[in-house]
C-alpha cells in the first residue's frame, strides 16, 4: 500500500504561500514569511493547474527552464483533497479547508452535492466562503494587486470564493501567450508594491483527457516551459518569480475505475455520493456500517475514513463547526492507481488522469523560486 502523504499545514503548504509574499510587501498585516521567499518589491505567482513534484521531476529534460529551477525548490503539499477549488481556497484565503469550508470538488451544501467549480448561483461566495483573501488584504493595504486569468473566470462564483480581491486582467485566448505575458509585466509594473497572480489551466486539462503520461502531455509542458521562461525574461530584474501547482495527478486505466453501484455493498445505505474519483465523500445516516463495509470490499486499494477520524487525522486542518457538515460523513481515499466512479456523474468515466487522494503524486508540488540573482 501507497504511503499517504498528510498536508503540512502551518508548515509548507499552498496555505504558506500568499502570507509570505504579504510579509514582505505589507509588513503591517502581521503575516510570517516560514518559507523563506527572497525579499523584493514585486512578486507574480502563476499557479500552474496540476503541475505536481513528482511529474515536473519525471519530465525534467522536457521542461529546461522549470527544471533548472527544480533542485532548490520548496516541495509543498496542497491542502485536502487535492483538487483545484480546494487548492486555489487555500492558496487564496491562507486558511485549511476546515476553516474556508472549500472542502472538495464536489460536497454536500443546500442539502445536496453541488460543484464547487462550477458553483451554484444559490451560493453567495462572500458568505459560503467566510475567510478574507490575502489579495484582498494587500489590496486594502496600497499593495496593487492583480489576477490575470481567462476572462470567462471573472466573477465567478469560485474566483469570488477563493481569489477575491484583485483587479481583474482579462485574457481571452489563453493560446495567446505573447498577449498572457504582456499582461503580467504590465500589471506587474503599475504599482511601486505589486503582486500579480496568473493562472494557467492548459496541463490540467490535458492531463485529465490524455494522462499525465501521454506525450500530449509532455508537448504541453515544453511550451508552458517556453511561456514562463519568456515571463522571466521579460519582467523587470528585481521581480520574483514564484512558480507553484495546485495538485499532481495519476493515470487510472479503464480496469481500475470501480463502479460503485455496480460493486456489491458500496452503494447500500448511501444518501449522496460526493468528490469525485480518487477522494470519495459519502453522505449517510449509518457512516459506521457504510464505512466498515468499503473497508472489507476495497481493501488495500483504498484508505477508509470516519469524518471524525480524518479530522483527527488533520486532514481538514481545524475544522469550525458550520464546515463540518460539508465534509463526508465517510471519506476515501483511493491508493496506487484505483478509482471509484459514480452512474450518477458519467462524464468522470473520460478522465485518465485524475487526482484527488494523498498519494505522493497528488500531494506534492514545488514551489520553484526565480529571483533572477
Same mark, same amino acid.
Given at each position: 500500500?501507497?504511503?499517504?502523504?498528510?498536508?503540512?499545514?502551518?508548515?509548507?503548504?499552498?496555505?504558506?504561500?500568499?502570507?509570505?509574499?504579504?510579509?514582505?510587501?505589507?509588513?503591517?498585516?502581521?503575516?510570517?514569511?516560514?518559507? *523563506?521567499?527572497?525579499?523584493?518589491?514585486?512578486?507574480?505567482?502563476?499557479?500552474?493547474?496540476?503541475?505536481?513534484?513528482?511529474?515536473?521531476?519525471?519530465?525534467?529534460?522536457?521542461?529546461?527552464?522549470?527544471?533548472?529551477?527544480?533542485?532548490?525548490?520548496?516541495?509543498?503539499?496542497?491542502?485536502?483533497?487535492?483538487?483545484?477549488?480546494?487548492?486555489?481556497?487555500?492558496?487564496?484565503?491562507?486558511?485549511?479547508?476546515?476553516?474556508?469550508?472549500?472542502?472538495?470538488?464536489?460536497?454536500?451544501?443546500?442539502?445536496?452535492?453541488?460543484?464547487?467549480?462550477?458553483?451554484?448561483?444559490?451560493?453567495?461566495?462572500?458568505?459560503?466562503?467566510?475567510?478574507?483573501?490575502?489579495?484582498?488584504?494587500?489590496?486594502?493595504?496600497?499593495?496593487?494587486?492583480?489576477?490575470?486569468? /481567462?476572462?470567462?473566470?471573472?466573477?465567478?462564483? /469560485?474566483?469570488?470564493?477563493?481569489?477575491?480581491?484583485?483587479?481583474?486582467?482579462?485574457?481571452?485566448?489563453?493560446?495567446?501567450?505573447?498577449?498572457?505575458?504582456?499582461?503580467?509585466?504590465?500589471?506587474?509594473?503599475?504599482?511601486?508594491?505589486?503582486?500579480?497572480?496568473?493562472?494557467?489551466?492548459?496541463?490540467?486539462?490535458?492531463?485529465?483527457?490524455?494522462?499525465? *503520461?501521454?506525450?500530449?502531455?509532455?508537448?504541453?509542458?515544453?511550451?508552458?516551459?517556453?511561456?514562463?521562461?519568456?515571463?522571466?525574461?521579460?519582467?523587470?530584474?528585481?521581480?520574483?518569480?514564484?512558480?507553484?501547482?495546485?495538485?499532481?495527478?495519476?493515470?487510472?486505466?479503464?480496469?481500475?475505475?470501480?463502479?460503485?453501484?455496480?460493486?456489491?455493498?458500496?452503494?447500500?445505505?448511501?444518501?449522496?455520493?460526493?468528490?469525485?474519483?480518487?477522494?470519495?465523500?459519502?453522505?449517510?445516516?449509518?457512516?459506521?456500517?457504510?464505512?466498515?463495509?468499503?473497508?472489507?470490499?476495497?481493501?488495500?486499494?483504498?484508505?477508509?475514513?470516519?469524518?471524525?477520524?480524518?479530522?483527527?487525522?488533520?486532514?481538514?486542518?481545524?475544522?469550525?463547526?458550520?464546515?463540518?457538515?460539508?465534509?463526508?460523513?465517510?471519506?476515501?481515499?483511493?491508493? *496506487?492507481?484505483?478509482?471509484?466512479?459514480?452512474?450518477?456523474?458519467? *462524464?468522470?468515466?473520460?478522465?485518465?488522469?485524475?487526482?484527488?487522494?494523498?498519494?505522493?503524486?497528488?500531494?506534492?508540488?514545488?514551489?520553484?523560486?526565480?529571483?533572477?540573482?
Amino acid at each position: 500500500m501507497a504511503r499517504l502523504i498528510p498536508p503540512e499545514y502551518g508548515r509548507r503548504t499552498l496555505a504558506e504561500v500568499l502570507p509570505a509574499v504579504a510579509a514582505h510587501l505589507s509588513p503591517e498585516l502581521g503575516a510570517q514569511d516560514v518559507l *523563506g521567499l527572497p525579499p523584493a518589491s514585486r512578486y507574480v505567482l502563476v499557479m500552474v493547474d496540476g503541475l505536481g513534484h513528482q511529474l515536473l521531476s519525471r519530465d525534467r529534460a522536457r521542461a529546461p527552464y522549470l527544471s533548472g529551477l527544480l533542485d532548490d525548490a520548496l516541495v509543498l503539499t496542497t491542502a485536502v483533497p487535492s483538487t483545484t477549488a480546494t487548492s486555489l481556497t487555500t492558496l487564496g484565503t491562507g486558511c485549511v479547508p476546515g476553516q474556508h469550508g472549500i472542502v472538495g470538488y464536489s460536497f454536500r451544501a443546500l442539502g445536496e452535492v453541488i460543484n464547487a467549480l462550477t458553483w451554484d448561483d444559490r451560493l453567495d461566495p462572500l458568505t459560503f466562503q467566510p475567510q478574507p483573501t490575502w489579495l484582498q488584504r494587500m489590496s486594502e493595504a496600497g499593495i496593487t494587486v492583480s489576477t490575470v486569468s /481567462l476572462a470567462d473566470f471573472e466573477g465567478s462564483g /469560485l474566483t469570488g470564493a477563493a481569489l477575491r480581491g484583485p483587479t481583474f486582467v482579462r485574457l481571452d485566448d489563453e493560446l495567446d501567450d505573447d498577449a498572457r505575458v504582456n499582461r503580467v509585466v504590465a500589471a506587474s509594473r503599475a504599482g511601486q508594491r505589486s503582486l500579480v497572480y496568473a493562472y494557467e489551466r492548459r496541463l490540467d486539462h490535458t492531463g485529465h483527457g490524455k494522462g499525465c *503520461g501521454s506525450e500530449d502531455w509532455r508537448a504541453v509542458l515544453d511550451g508552458t516551459d517556453a511561456w514562463l521562461e519568456q515571463l522571466r525574461n521579460a519582467l523587470d530584474p528585481a521581480t520574483v518569480l514564484l512558480i507553484t501547482g495546485d495538485h499532481g495527478m495519476v493515470d487510472v486505466p479503464s480496469e481500475h475505475q470501480l463502479v460503485i453501484e455496480d460493486t456489491p455493498g458500496l452503494a447500500s445505505g448511501l444518501d449522496l455520493i460526493g468528490g469525485e474519483g480518487r477522494f470519495r465523500q459519502l453522505y449517510t445516516e449509518r457512516p459506521d456500517e457504510v464505512a466498515a463495509r468499503w473497508r472489507r470490499r476495497l481493501g488495500e486499494r483504498a484508505v477508509v475514513r470516519l469524518r471524525e477520524e480524518a479530522i483527527e487525522d488533520g486532514w481538514f486542518g481545524e475544522v469550525a463547526d458550520r464546515m463540518a457538515p460539508r465534509i463526508g460523513d465517510v471519506v476515501v481515499a483511493l491508493q *496506487g492507481t484505483w478509482a471509484l466512479m459514480t452512474l450518477s456523474k458519467p *462524464g468522470e468515466f473520460t478522465l485518465v488522469g485524475q487526482h484527488g487522494s494523498l498519494t505522493a503524486e497528488e500531494m506534492c508540488v514545488p514551489l520553484l523560486v526565480d529571483s533572477f540573482d
